[in-house]
């Protein structure tokens, strides 16, 4: 591990690593549940020792983490493949296409990232139980690295998230808590439970090593990639994290001197869902409050990270888009059926953005190198794609009843 | 690739590649749908060119690979995590205990291993269709490859597959035929099919590269225990090709003298669909009439490869088990909540029968290093745990209204 503190991303002030938990004690006061978050910290290391260390022949990615190894907990997490899609790229006129498909985590999605990130933490500094509020997949990842060390997760989800991940947390052992409400009610309470009551609050962008955590999928893309900056990623947006995640890996990167320029961030959200997307077109901020997508994973009314995301898309050059629920089930469709890979509705929302960008004047340039980031499993919810499909009926067991 | 041969498992009669496809021109003349696969081929290399090639610092596993890497679809497939699980097996009684995760595979399962190379092979061959029987997770590995590798996907299932494998395969574009029947009519069909009406057969053991695809999961739990044979590694067992498989990834590695002694192979069946294991115990085989287990993906009557896995049983010196499915869902549950790690209930077999050996007399040594092999995702059927969690009721989102 490299030595690091915290900066405030809104005021700038730098805290010793030890001397703060969540939110900057100054600008954090300004925040208050129903807001986006205002004081989010950020792990800044020192670059120069990051600079000298690392080796792409060897590569050390504990330089990049702010948790020291001893205390990572024993679930492999992370490592997901970069597959490149001939067939998808060439449709789309991107022959160098890639999808980074982080479905492939344990638990099933880009959250486990997060989550075994705040569980080092947790041991490190001996708290025994986790909090947080999630719409399934954060909660599932979190009860998955608890119960791989030995943590107890206490998880607030809305009363709506999918069966399959209500069922994958309870039979990890997590204590699991449904609230008649939206996420952003899930988030709130949780937020109250740690302040009165205890425990580790690992809501995303709140508790700063969410942000480190994601990182890691932006720092195995460069990796995957030979060590290239791709010239764009697009990434589907809800609370907005995982594109401060993966934008946080090539600023450190860049400030560590291994690389000279960022990729376009393409943040997409569901139709419904657009708070951020709103937000980056108009510079006002204002809640989308009926966030009502099949895509239940960037389903918010509030998102945690507006401020951070935004910046990370106006820093990288980048722009945001926001699809329907139709083209969302289209692309997840279409990413299965022509490359094998088969991520929940809030990841294809990637694909739907950049189906759609390569509809319109903006299209991307026929020698970019770009990634679609898959951030969740497609057997996560089987239930959202099922208008999309029908199943034949059954035959008798003959090879006459077989069509030609 | 180092040449190869295929050799009859029953008669040991060698032909050269590419006069043979499926089963033994003279053996498999014995064969008729309904009993176990007779004249079974599998490919013997040039195990001194693989001796002198390989180098254990930089791993060319291309050397054991049967079919040429220009034809490989460009879907990553295997590289599956081997997480140690230290609370797992402490409460067993072994310190050393892995489990090797091969949910992970892009379709969730294990058969993306075989779907692969059968795939690379119709490449090879310019054969456009692949035509298979299964129970659901052959045929959405199947057509997820085939959805990458732009070949068509014919997949016969039983009706009764679960809702989240036929949704994927249909999702990803392969033509679907469910069957009124069982797993082996769809088998039966599927040969009749590709027997009558051409496409190349994927079906389990029947074509030869299945093993050789499943092999490689063999070669990376070698590989990621640094090398090292492991003591004992526990197979759940529906048709026997994955435990065959795993088998001749230590075959191969003992007749290049890169090891010295196989791993023991436990296959674990469960109660219901016990033929192999009835089979390994008596000598006499025999249908298992009515198979019906919550692990659907080993439910067979008639297990294809029978022979070759109670061959691998004995040649490793390893034993069966059989199981109830009441404790094939307490091991998925005891899995999930020990070490993250969240398999279907067949994958769960592999523990059921570690731990019902454990009570036992034949208990492994605390020293023995052990490999539980998780064959596919928890989440390709979130309905069979469902017995085992109760979702709590929802509650206000107050903080009065969560429980201490």
Redo the contacts between chains.
């Keep these: 591990m490299t030595s690091f503190l915290y900066r405030c991303t809104d005021c700038g002030r730098d805290y010793p690593r030890e001397s703060v938990r969540y939110l900057c004690p100054e600008c954090g006061k300004a925040y208050k549940p129903g807001i986006p978050l205002v004081g989010v910290l950020e792990a800044v290391f020192d670059y120069a020792a990051i600079h000298a260390g690392f080796d792409r022949l060897e590569p050390d990615w504990q330089l990049f983490c702010a948790v020291e190894h001893e205390f990572h907990?024993?679930?492999?997490v992370g490592?997901t493949?970069?597959?490149?899609?001939?067939?998808l790229g060439t449709e789309l006129g991107l022959p160098h296409l890639w999808v980074k498909?982080d479905g492939?985590?344990?638990?099933?999605s880009l959250k486990d990232r997060a989550s075994f990130l705040v569980a080092a933490e947790a041991l490190r500094i001996g708290e025994k139980r986790i909090v947080a509020a999630s719409t399934g997949n954060a909660a599932s990842a979190l009860?998955?690295?608890?119960?791989?060390a030995?943590l107890e997760a206490l998880i607030f989800v809305p009363?709506k998230a999918p069966?399959?991940k209500?069922?994958?947390m309870?039979?990890?052992?997590a204590r699991?808590?449904?609230?008649?409400?939206t996420y952003d009610?899930?988030f709130?309470?949780s937020l109250?439970?740690t302040a009165?009551?205890g425990g580790l609050n690992r809501n995303t962008a709140y508790h700063p090593l969410t942000l480190e955590g994601k990182k890691t999928a932006g720092l195995e893309i460069w990796a995957q990639l030979g060590f290239q900056v791709p010239d764009a990623i697009f990434v589907s947006v809800g609370d907005g994290v995982i594109l401060g995640g993966v934008h946080k890996a090539f600023v450190d990167l860049q400030r560590a001197g291994l690389i000279q320029r960022l990729p376009r961030l393409i943040g997409v959200q569901a139709g419904a869902s657009d708070a951020i997307h709103r937000y980056v077109q108009t510079g006002i901020y204002s809640d989308a409050p009926d966030p009502s997508t099949k895509a239940d994973s960037i389903s918010v009314v509030c998102p945690s990270n507006a401020h951070g995301a935004r910046k990370a898309i106006l820093e990288s050059k980048g722009l945001t888009l926001a699809v329907s629920d139709d083209e969302i089930l289209q692309a997840?469709?279409r990413l299965?059926?022509?490359?094998?890979?088969?991520t929940e509705p809030a990841g294809a929302a990637a694909l739907a953005g950049l189906v759609k960008l390569q509809a319109g004047p903006d299209r991307l340039n026929v020698g970019d190198r770009v990634v679609l980031l898959a951030t969740g499993?497609?057997?996560?919810d089987?239930e959202a794609?099922?208008s999309?499909?029908?199943?034949?009926?059954?035959?008798?067991?003959?090879?006459e009843a077989?069509e030609?």
């Design positions: 907990p024993p679930l492999p490592n493949p970069l597959a490149k899609v001939a067939r498909n492939l985590n344990p638990s099933g009860a998955a690295v608890c119960a791989s030995g009363e069966k399959a209500l069922v994958q309870v039979l990890a052992g699991v808590v449904p609230v008649k409400g009610d899930a709130r309470l109250e439970y009165q009551r997840q469709k299965l059926s022509r490359t094998g890979i088969f499993h497609g057997l996560k089987v794609p099922l999309r499909v029908s199943i034949p009926a059954a035959i008798q067991p003959v090879l077989v030609l």
